[in-house]
């Protein structure tokens, strides 16, 4: 395989170095976003999520976010305390409870994803329609072969 270079004439020796790479670009664009307002990506992730599945459950959160249920809670608690999410407890099951997110979230992470859409285009812009699409239908391929992470 030839070597592919970096902005910075990196060198990768491998495909999931430059897999790492990209996550990592893509990660770093959101992050001055993120601390404008004080969150962290994981927080973002989450408050993204939670707007798109209300009323999800940690368990679902852990799943999704491929962290410990543990973490998760750690998590939740520090978005409950600045009022980012709120828990409720199903009717008939106290030890079950629904995330939501609280306006003030809704507020906070609105255009979160315009800026996302635009590091994704940054990083897929060496690449025209054609290749976007076989890259696309690549992953697809891969990820749809793999299964789910367990974690310990």
């Known amino acids: 395989m030839a070597e592919a270079r970096g902005a910075s004439n ?3 020796h491998s495909t999931f ?6 996550v990592w ?9 993120f601390r404008e307002r004080d969150l962290s990506s994981e927080q973002a ?4 999520y939670l707007i798109q599945n209300p009323g999800s459950i940690q368990r679902d959160i852990a799943r999704v976010s491929r962290t410990s249920a543990a973490s998760v809670s750690s998590l939740l608690k520090g978005m409950e ?10 009717e008939g099951d106290d030890r079950s409870k629904r995330v939501f ?8 992470i609105d255009g979160l994803e315009p800026v996302m859409t ?13 290749e976007r699409a076989s890259l696309h239908a690549l992953l697809t391929k891969i990820t749809t072969e793999l299964g789910e992470p367990t974690l310990p």
Request: glycine share 10%; hydrophobic share 40%.
């Open 10 to 12: 990196r060198a990768f």
């Open 17 to 22: 170095e430059m897999m790492r790479w990209i």
């Open 25 to 33: 670009v893509q990660r770093k664009g959101g992050e001055e976003w």
């Open 45 to 48: 992730f989450v408050l993204g």
């Open 81 to 90: 305390r600045r009022g980012l999410v709120e828990r409720r407890t199903e």
């Open 101 to 108: 997110v609280t306006s003030h979230a809704r507020d906070l």
């Open 118 to 130: 635009e590091v994704e285009q940054g990083i897929l812009a060496p690449l025209d329609d054609a």
